[in-house]
């Protein structure tokens, strides 16, 4: 009797806990989403790596949530740092060497917040995100967000550092392939959106436009075969990640030809 009084006793703990649990995972959640509506992406970040550091796997929603924030908060420093590197280039070909070392040293600052938020989504990404999902399009997502967010550590970095993230970006966006090749149609939005962004890295940071037009080319021209099977709300998806696929191609191969 004391024993399953102690038992009954731990379950309700446990119960209660779990509760306390999903109240602070909503809360969250919720000014994630706030964050969201007023533009404060650092702190949207903030709130879905909290949500995400839970035992509850992110559901569609919040996987958006999560990528939006971090999307925007990245990408809001790599267009400071594209800006101020062309301020510090433009400085050193004046010869102004004052002017030049204010730019880099401001270069350097945006660099570092570009890093740590980098750093912070990769880890949250290895650690949790990849080993705890369950569907085919969480892992195909996650797989291309660790690609991402390598090669954007690469387009910043020289040497040794630049050749890390390059292999461990051509790595994710591989093993994100294998599943969404295995387990996802070819007209699926996660499929072709891996494909898009598996492509524009070969052409940016591998300086390999033969292999980003095959990886792309194939993606799109795999997909039109299918596209009519397709229900409406999806094809509307799909077919805005083929138009950029098809940009894309159009831009790569008219460079290739001039």
Same mark, same amino acid.
């Given at each position: 009797?004391?024993?399953?009084?102690?038992?009954?006793?731990?379950?309700?703990?446990? #119960?209660?806990?779990?509760?306390?649990?999903?109240?602070?995972?909503?809360?969250?959640?919720?000014?994630?989403?706030?964050?969201?509506?007023?533009?404060?992406?650092?702190?949207?970040?903030?709130?879905?790596?909290?949500?995400?550091?839970?035992?509850?796997?992110?559901?569609?929603?919040?996987?958006?949530?999560?990528?939006?924030?971090?999307?925007? =908060?990245?990408?809001?420093?790599?267009?400071?740092?594209?800006?101020?590197?062309?301020?510090?280039?433009?400085?050193?070909?004046?010869?102004?060497?004052?002017?030049?070392?204010?730019?880099?040293?401001?270069?350097?600052?945006?660099?570092?917040?570009?890093?740590?938020?980098?750093?912070?989504?990769? =880890?949250?990404?290895?650690?949790?995100?990849?080993?705890?999902?369950?569907?085919?399009?969480?892992?195909?997502?996650?797989?291309? =967000?660790?690609?991402?967010?390598?090669?954007?550590?690469?387009?910043?970095?020289?040497?040794?550092?630049?050749?890390?993230?390059?292999?461990?970006?051509?790595?994710?966006?591989?093993?994100?392939?294998?599943?969404?090749?295995?387990?996802? #149609?070819?007209?699926?939005?996660?499929?072709?959106?891996?494909?898009?962004?598996?492509?524009?890295?070969?052409?940016?940071?591998?300086?390999?436009?033969?292999?980003?037009?095959?990886?792309?080319?194939?993606?799109?021209?795999?997909?039109?075969?299918?596209?009519?099977?397709?229900?409406?709300?999806?094809?509307?998806?799909?077919?805005?990640?083929?138009?950029?696929?098809?940009?894309?191609?159009?831009?790569?191969?008219?460079?290739?030809?001039?």
């Amino acid at each position: 009797q004391v024993a399953i009084s102690a038992r009954s006793e731990r379950e309700l703990e446990v #119960k209660a806990m779990g509760e306390k649990d999903g109240a602070i995972r909503e809360h969250e959640v919720y000014f994630a989403t706030l964050a969201e509506q007023a533009e404060r992406y650092d702190e949207m970040a903030d709130h879905m790596r909290a949500v995400a550091l839970f035992d509850q796997e992110l559901d569609p929603e919040e996987r958006n949530l999560l990528a939006v924030a971090f999307k925007q =908060a990245v990408g809001q420093r790599r267009s400071s740092w594209r800006i101020v590197c062309r301020v510090e280039q433009d400085e050193q070909a004046k010869g102004n060497h004052m002017s030049t070392a204010s730019a880099r040293t401001y270069r350097k600052k945006i660099e570092n917040e570009l890093i740590g938020l980098c750093q912070t989504i990769l =880890a949250l990404l290895s650690d949790k995100l990849i080993p705890g999902a369950t569907t085919a399009e969480a892992k195909v997502s996650f797989h291309k =967000a660790q690609g991402d967010y390598y090669r954007y550590l690469a387009e910043i970095s020289d040497d040794v550092d630049r050749t890390r993230a390059t292999t461990a970006a051509k790595v994710a966006y591989e093993d994100g392939t294998k599943v969404a090749e295995t387990s996802l #149609k070819v007209t699926s939005s996660f499929r072709l959106g891996l494909a898009l962004n598996h492509a524009v890295f070969y052409y940016e940071v591998m300086n390999a436009p033969t292999e980003a037009v095959r990886i792309g080319r194939k993606a799109f021209e795999d997909a039109v075969r299918e596209i009519d099977n397709l229900g409406e709300d999806s094809a509307k998806e799909s077919a805005l990640v083929m138009q950029l696929l098809r940009d894309n191609l159009t831009l790569w191969t008219s460079d290739a030809s001039h």
